[in-house]
């Protein structure tokens, strides 16, 4: 029995006299894309939750009668992440929006820049100061952003 897609796109060329946009995906690259998805989805999720723990570390530290610490605060997450966030979310929205094939043309370029980024994440040492900050406050970005990017990471090369 054919795949519920290739049914669809067989149908659509027989009926109608149209080949419809995904048409030659198999069941692999259908897989992949979902894999990427779940991996996507579960970036987003730890994403904000490095945020929210950003914020109680930010919120810590804006506390402090140290000025240094009240000026470190003002960088938040995006200066701790090196500037790989919005690159990262770039390139994501070339594969959710470029239509068919966009995993496979568009994959690449997030692949290189999530292994930059989770090379950030494993070497810098603003990131390792918030994971074992003294203030008390739980952060855990290299293990929950590192995690989430080697999800996306695995699913990307599976679609190169």
Known sequence: MAEPAEARNAW???????VAPDAGIGATEEGT????????????????LVNQQIAALQSA????SDVELQEIAEFGMNGVTGNHRVPLRAALMEIDFGGGGALAKSGPKALKIIQSFRAHLAEDERVEACDENPFGVTVSIRATLGGALAKMEQA???AA
């Open 12 to 18: 659509l060329k027989r009926v109608l006299g149209i």
């Open 33 to 48: 894309r979902v894999s990427f998805v779940a991996a996507r989805e579960a970036y987003e999720a730890a994403s904000d």
């Open 61 to 64: 530290l804006r506390q402090s």
């Open 156 to 158: 990307l090369q599976h």
